[in-house]
């Protein structure tokens, strides 16, 4: 009976121009600003994980090669070569993109006006992420370490963590940088405060945290979100009546990944960065630019037929497994 069903299916998405087939397989998806070409994610690739910046989009396939694509302005999508190095994450936000190996080192690439390409030397890092101007990532102990940064030296100081003691995450914002503390789960921030982005809500713990251009997020332990800083865009009203599993802070909107794999966002949506295409559903893997937002889709429904067809090769691998 379940071959029957199966078959059927096959059938009804190879025949019916209007079917609602289902993909096998997660794809890239992105919406919001495309002015320069950065929501176009190359179609000769299978990505495992993406990156979304300003003008940038740069993402790893299967083997852990980066490709990135866009507005190249300052070099942020030049990935070395020779040999072509393989990636375990990549992380692009402005001027200059990061790579971290397997084996815990990191090397940045694009723009270094503010030192933005000096990793610290011997650091062995679990993960890390890029800001505008500045990058953060954790060794294994949980140790954050900052670098570049704009006036890192001057009146921001976004790359001078205040503290030794472990972190489980750390964010690299616009002119800030925040972290959730090991020890109690409570979050700090350091560098500019002109709006409010480094002062924390006091009482509160995170299992995660967001930096944002001139505001922060953090994901408390009951899956609430909690936003502080510059409201221009309605960024710190976020839902209360909504627990997400992970969110993505983009320049001045957020959207935040529920259990059910749905999104949902808020903050500025002037280029639709804040309103997830219909036509897909049980995301993964979000992530959030400036103006732009992507993830990987489950599921997405069709409206031809041939675009039904490019399914069948999926479906029928489906099928020969269920004999």
């Given at each position: 009976m379940q071959h029957l069903y199966c078959a059927i299916l096959l059938l009804l998405c190879s025949l019916l121009p209007y079917f609602l087939c289902m993909s096998l397989s997660a794809v890239p998806v992105c919406w919001g600003n495309n002015g320069n070409g950065q929501l176009d994610i190359p179609t000769n690739y299978t990505f495992t994980q993406l990156s979304t910046g300003v003008t940038t989009t740069c993402g790893l396939d299967t083997e852990g090669h980066a490709h990135c694509w866009g507005f190249n302005s300052w070099g942020e999508q030049d990935v070395p070569t020779n040999p072509s190095p393989v990636f375990s994450l990549i992380s692009v936000k402005w001027?200059?993109?990061?790579?971290?190996?397997?084996?815990?080192?990191?090397?940045?690439?694009?723009?270094?006006?503010?030192?933005?390409?000096?990793?610290?030397?011997?650091?062995?890092?679990?993960t890390m992420n890029t800001g505008w101007w500045n990058s953060c990532g954790l060794e294994l102990n949980g140790t954050a370490l900052c670098w570049g940064g704009l006036y890192t030296d001057q009146a921001f100081n976004q790359s001078r963590v205040p503290t030794d003691a472990p972190f489980l995450q750390v964010s690299a914002g616009y002119h800030h940088s925040c972290g959730v503390l090991s020890s109690d789960n409570t979050a700090l921030c350091w560098g500019d405060n002109s709006f409010g982005q480094s002062q924390v809500p006091t009482g509160k713990t995170f299992m995660a945290i967001g930096t944002g251009e001139e505001f922060s997020c953090g994901?408390?332990?009951?899956?609430?979100?909690?936003?502080?800083?510059?409201?221009?865009?309605g960024q710190l009203n976020a839902p209360e009546s909504i627990t997400f599993t992970t969110i993505a802070v983009g320049g001045f909107h957020?959207?935040?990944?529920?259990?059910?794999?749905?999104?949902?966002?808020?903050?500025?949506?002037?280029?639709?960065q804040a309103t997830p295409p219909a036509n897909y559903s049980l995301f993964s893997g979000l992530t959030a630019g400036d103006q732009g937002t992507c993830a990987f889709a489950g599921y997405s429904t069709t409206t031809s037929a041939s675009s039904a067809s490019q399914l069948l090769p999926g479906l029928v691998t489906w099928l020969r497994e269920l004999q």
């Open positions: 001027d200059h993109t990061c790579g971290l190996f397997a084996n815990g080192s990191v090397i940045c690439w694009g723009l270094d006006n503010h030192a933005q390409l000096s990793v610290p030397k011997n650091a062995s890092f679990e994901l408390q332990l009951d899956g609430i979100a909690l936003c502080w800083g510059d409201n221009t865009f957020i959207c935040g990944l529920k259990a059910d794999g749905s999104i949902f966002c808020w903050g500025q949506n002037t280029y639709g």
